[in-house]
């Protein structure tokens, strides 16, 4: 069974930064493309940012590019998201998602495409 487990949320400023760490439990973690999505009071969840299985590539929504930055350490079967320059519209929870049947250098951006979930991180930003 794959468990995703996320850390790292909190309450911070606005123009502050954290950093989001997930880890995927299983022997089988470079075989998986990785994304964040997140989803706030009333909506529906939005992709974030993603990973292809090796690292090489990287996706990022529109949002948060230039801000964001999602990196993968395979050794640890880790998943970061660094977030920088914060603001109280990026307030939500956080969600970290794997997609094991993802076709090489793909990075989906549906949230149907992953199959395994962690539980959530909040990040609240304020004014």
């Known amino acids: 069974q794959v468990q995703l487990i996320e850390s790292g949320g909190g309450l911070v400023q606005a123009g502050g930064s954290l950093r989001l760490s997930c880890v995927v439990s299983g022997r089988t973690f470079s075989s998986y493309a990785m994304a964040w999505f997140r989803q706030a009071p009333g909506k529906e969840r939005e992709f974030v940012a993603g990973?292809?299985?090796?690292?090489?590539?990287?996706s990022y929504s529109d949002s948060v590019k230039g801000r964001f930055a999602i990196s993968r350490d395979n050794a640890r079967n880790s998943v970061y998201l660094q977030m920088n320059s914060l603001k109280p519209e990026d307030t939500a929870v956080h969600y970290c998602a794997a997609d094991p049947d993802s076709t090489i250098g793909i990075i989906y951006r549906r949230h149907q495409n992953y199959d395994y979930w962690g539980q959530g991180t909040a990040v609240t930003v304020s004014s």
């Open positions: 990973v292809t299985k090796t690292g090489g590539s990287t």
